[in-house]
């Protein structure tokens, strides 16, 4: 007699939940359904982007459950343009990537199937456990898969994965084994691990207005960075987030909830490039107190005050860069040589006045992850403030400059990294660059690689005087007044958020929406809520051009290749 134990997951049943799963199948683009029925056929696909790991993450969360453990190694980002969110638009999926995926999908199946987890998995709950039920399949499967390819399953889709959860049931008779196999098949599709988005109409310049599940799934990734919700995909399956009253109903509720501090963190996690801590290192002779868990805390301390600031009270952006307000650990407080008398992990903090600290750039994040292993770097940090907050690059050196007199780390005449910087700025071919990029970098050279503060370099007393388009100032105190009072930093952060909504590089023809945001924006004082709000109600959100690849290619065939488990990296 056959175990009733949960059948092993042998190559001929790993393949089949491949199949049925639609990987590597053009199907995938065509097939599926529209909100007028699940037997309609879909709107051309107009823009593809691979969740980040941070939003299956969060997806699977809310759609199975907290306590669901998600193991397994994502696929490497993509940054484009400074922004990850751009990169999803191009990041395919590995033959090894699809490896790690599947493992990870017959985890959260797994556990999403168990004994503990069943009696959540809301719907119905089959005749005979021990057999397979069609009729509860169907729901479970409908239900699900609703959630996770947000949008409803066609009358195929369905099909096929009851059909394989009757095939698995029967022949482990465990109707959770096959409904366990359905699940997997759901989680390795395309349609969960890219947001595909389709188009409702294009009008004569071929410009695509998105449907109303694509705007729902923009929505939420924006503002919760998370898979839409059952209140936003009813609004989506009704029309009414097609309409002024229906979006405004649902801009309301979600920018009203605690969730908004999620998709905000997201994006300043995006933006200031905090994932760079899992590749940082630093020289254990000289930074003993460096560890994985400072680095961790670190990320987590700038994102919690970003988030506190500007959307639990609704502050003004610019005063990120001035606030002396932020929140402290044991280990943090290590570092930054402040007292620690709070019992609980995390606590509420203000730096003292004298204390040299002034807004995000003089946290541990910013001044760590823009240094060299056993030393600071001006540069780095110059060039990452053009970057991150003005949306200044600054290019490539030339290749035949010689870098030795700025990273020679041996005790010479010229003792401090300003001697340095000033030796080597006397090549005309480095001027141009390090007269932007010098100034705000030797500003913040109190704090050392890890971001602790020092007063003496080599036994030097350091220098943080600097001069910026004529304005001089002194210190990270004196850069955050200038930071706050420039006008490119307001510009560059709705140029950002802008471009993380839609997934795509600012254009030309985006330039005067941005200026007006931006204008909006300044004219409301600076507040994050409300410049979301003004960003997702304008239609322009919800368009997306036609590109000159879209032009000579049609979707389905990109979403094949993005889609592939063949496909590698190149």
Request: aromatic share 6%.
């Amino acid at each position: 007699m056959p175990s009733r134990k949960p059948l092993r997951r042998t190559a001929a049943r790993l393949l089949l939940v491949a199949a049925v799963a639609g990987l590597g199948l053009v199907a995938t683009a065509t097939s599926a359904p529209s909100a007028s029925g699940p037997s309609a056929a879909l709107p051309q696909v107009v823009g593809l982007r691979r969740l980040t790991a941070s939003q299956y993450r969060q997806s699977v969360a809310d759609i199975f459950g907290r306590d669901i453990k998600i193991t397994g190694r994502f696929e490497p980002e993509v940054r484009r343009d400074g922004l990850i969110a751009i990169g999803s638009g191009e990041a395919a999926i590995s033959t090894s990537g699809m490896e790690q995926y599947f493992g990870m999908a017959a985890s959260i199946a797994e556990q999403a199937t168990d004994a503990g987890h069943r009696a959540a998995l809301a719907g119905c709950k089959p005749a005979d456990p021990a057999a397979a039920d069609d009729a509860c399949a169907t729901i479970l499967v409908q239900r699900y898969g609703r959630l996770l390819f947000r949008r409803p399953l066609s009358a195929q889709q369905a099909a096929q994965r009851v059909a394989l959860a009757h095939r698995v049931a029967e022949a482990d008779h465990d109707f959770y084994s096959g409904v366990r196999e359905a699940f997997t098949s759901l989680l390795t599709s395309p349609d969960f691990l890219f947001r595909i988005e389709r188009a409702a109409s294009r009008g004569p310049d071929g410009t695509a207005e998105l449907d109303g599940y694509s705007r729902a799934s923009r929505l939420s990734y924006l503002l919760w960075n998370t898979t839409p919700d059952e209140t936003l995909l009813q609004a989506a399956e009704t029309g009414a987030l097609m309409t002024d009253a229906g979006l405004r109903a649902q801009l309301d509720r979600m920018t009203a909830s605690p969730r908004l501090a999620d998709g905000m963190g997201a994006f300043f996690d995006d933006m200031l490039q905090l994932e760079l801590f899992s590749k940082q290192t630093k020289d254990p002779q000289f930074y003993p107190k460096y560890s994985q868990l400072l680095a961790a805390q670190a990320r987590e301390q700038t994102v919690r005050t970003l988030v506190d600031q500007l959307v639990t009270k609704n502050g003004d952006y610019r005063d990120i860069f001035t606030s002396r307000d932020t929140f402290m650990t044991r280990t943090l407080a290590m570092v930054y040589q402040v007292p620690y008398v709070a019992r609980t992990e995390w606590a509420p903090y203000t730096f003292e006045a004298d204390s040299g600290r002034s807004g995000v750039l003089t946290q541990i994040s910013f001044l760590s992850l823009f240094s060299h292993p056993g030393r600071s770097s001006p540069v780095k940090r110059g060039v990452a403030l053009n970057e991150i907050f003005l949306c200044q690059p600054t290019p490539s050196p030339p290749a035949n400059v010689d870098f030795s007199i700025v990273n020679g780390t041996s005790m010479t005449q010229l003792k401090t990294s300003r001697a340095k910087l000033e030796a080597h700025a006397t090549d005309e071919s480095c001027a141009s660059c390090h007269t932007s990029v010098d100034p705000p970098g030797l500003a913040l050279e109190r704090f050392d690689s890890l971001g602790a503060h020092r007063d003496l370099e080599n036994g030097v007393p350091i220098d943080v005087h600097a001069e910026i388009d004529g304005k001089s100032f002194e210190g990270a105190g004196g850069l955050g007044l200038l930071l706050h009072d420039n006008p490119r930093v307001s510009s560059c952060l709705v140029r950002d958020l802008y471009a993380s909504a839609t997934g795509r590089s600012i254009a030309a023809a985006d330039k005067p929406l941005v200026n007006s945001l931006t204008k909006t924006f300044s004219g409301g004082g600076y507040r994050i809520a409300a410049l979301l709000r003004t960003m997702a109600l304008n239609p322009a959100l919800y368009e997306v051009r036609p590109s000159p690849a879209q032009a000579t290619a049609a979707p389905p065939v990109k979403v094949a290749r993005l889609a592939s488990s063949k496909e590698s990296n190149r």
